[in-house]
């Protein structure tokens, strides 16, 4: 391989999955686990992977968890990957066939994601791409509270891979997976909040169209539909959830005092 890559792993109780996430890497020149607290099984299996695992507490978000995690790489070059997650084969093979003059031309390699829910894969969630592949020294981290994510300081350094990462394509397939009150609980409402914060309000049409408007998308424009009822499930996921976001972000608009801050959950 032309340029050293690290994958950064960062993890919490992932016994499940982070074998088959750390197997997926192994072809690159370094693998860098993270691992805020787990009590399970999960850093024995990552040890068996590589020397490089680094017990950190959770920094309250996932894009300092993570970023503190690329900072413990030894390379520029750094690759991001979920505990639940694996570099398909042939993912691994393109970025391996990538020359220098690739790497000196890009800053960010965006990579498409495909997702598993109950065991099947979503075809609407189609192509859910990430800044994964980056050059950690030419990029800024957001602070969104949920997703982790690079922007780069010259936006036409940015490109896209064409195979992709395999997100919770093995693991226990429970209906958690598809829905959790628990974990929607949990996300929603610092969702809201970071809206609000960013100036954004909840009006009586946001609440009426943008769930309709989400179902139409993934069922109609990206073919949900030819998923039949499992596609409609999904559809329904993704309705309900905008609903639920927006909702949260009326309630904190018209209840100053829920406007408090969060501490996000590592899991």
């Not at 068996?48 to 790489?73: H, L, N």
């Not at 520029?76 to 694996?86: C, N, P, Q, R």
């Not at 690079?150 to 891979?161: A, K």
């Not at 989400?214 to 999904?234: E, Q, S, V, W």
Request: overall charge neutral.
């Amino acid at each position: 391989m032309a340029q050293p890559i690290s994958i950064i792993i960062t993890c919490c109780n992932n016994e499940q999955t982070i074998e088959a996430a750390c197997a997926s890497c192994t072809w690159a020149d370094e693998i860098v686990v993270v691992d805020s607290g787990s009590t399970d099984r999960t850093v024995e299996i990552a040890k068996r992977f590589t020397d490089r695992v680094i017990i950190e507490p959770w920094r309250g978000g996932y894009s300092k968890q993570k970023e503190f995690a690329t900072s413990q790489a030894r390379n520029d070059w750094v690759f991001i990957v979920d505990s639940d997650e694996e570099v398909s084969t042939e993912l691994a093979a393109e970025v391996q066939s990538w020359d220098q003059a690739y790497f000196d031309r890009w800053d960010i390699i965006h990579v498409p994601r495909k997702n598993w829910v109950l065991g099947r894969f979503v075809r609407a969630w189609l192509p859910d791409y990430g800044s994964r592949i980056f050059h950690r020294d030419r990029v800024r981290w957001n602070e969104h509270v949920l997703h982790d994510a690079r922007e780069p300081l010259d936006p036409s350094r940015v490109t896209h891979s064409r195979c992709h990462l395999l997100h919770k394509r093995i693991g226990r397939q429970e209906f958690e997976g598809y829905f959790s009150g628990k974990r929607m609980d949990a996300r929603v409402m610092p969702v809201a909040r970071q809206m609000y914060d960013r100036g954004r309000r909840c009006h009586w049409w946001d609440l009426l169209f943008r769930p309709w408007g989400a179902f139409f998308k993934f069922y109609i424009m990206k073919r949900g539909f030819l998923d039949g009822t499992f596609g409609l499930m999904m559809a329904q996921k993704a309705s309900v959830s905008v609903q639920l976001k927006y909702a949260a972000l009326w309630a904190i608009q018209n209840d100053p005092e829920l406007a408090g801050d969060d501490q996000s959950d590592a899991s």
